[in-house]
């Protein structure tokens, strides 16, 4: 099975940019669709960004398109989300996650495979 490992999280300015790292060890990610989710205490976790395992298909949700970009390094076998103009309500923990399937999927728990989460804080 996969272990996924998340990083980069931090605290930025609103406005800003980071970078999250999903690390991916034990397989292959090529052999998986993952996804990024976030949660905020007392929220289920929403669906951020996700890929399907060819790497072909790349969808983000609408409260990110056009800021975050979801991306693979087959090579480092690792995913990155790249976060820019963030804004407070993008305070979140985030996750990696990934699925047995070819296409990734909007809901959490279609996923076998989770990483422990990276915080990440905008201040405003």
């Known amino acids: 099975q996969v272990q996924l490992v998340e990083s980069g999280g931090g605290l930025v300015q609103a406005g800003g940019s980071l970078r999250l790292s999903c690390a991916a060890s034990?397989?292959?990610?090529?052999?998986?669709?993952v996804g990024w989710f976030r949660q905020t205490p007392g929220k289920e976790r929403e669906f951020v960004a996700g890929?399907?395992?060819?790497?072909?298909?790349?969808y983000h949700a609408d409260s990110v398109k056009g800021r975050f970009t979801m991306s693979r390094d087959n090579a480092k076998n690792t995913v990155y989300l790249q976060m820019n103009s963030r804004k407070p309500e993008d305070t979140a923990v985030y996750y990696c996650?990934?699925?047995?399937?070819?296409?990734?999927?909007?809901?959490?728990?279609?996923?076998?495979?989770w990483g422990q989460g990276t915080q990440v804080t905008v201040s405003s």
């Open positions: 996650a990934a699925r047995r399937y070819s296409g990734m999927a909007y809901d959490p728990r279609q996923y076998e495979y």
């Open positions: 890929m399907s395992w060819s790497g072909s298909n790349i």
């Open positions: 034990g397989r292959t990610l090529s052999s998986y669709a």
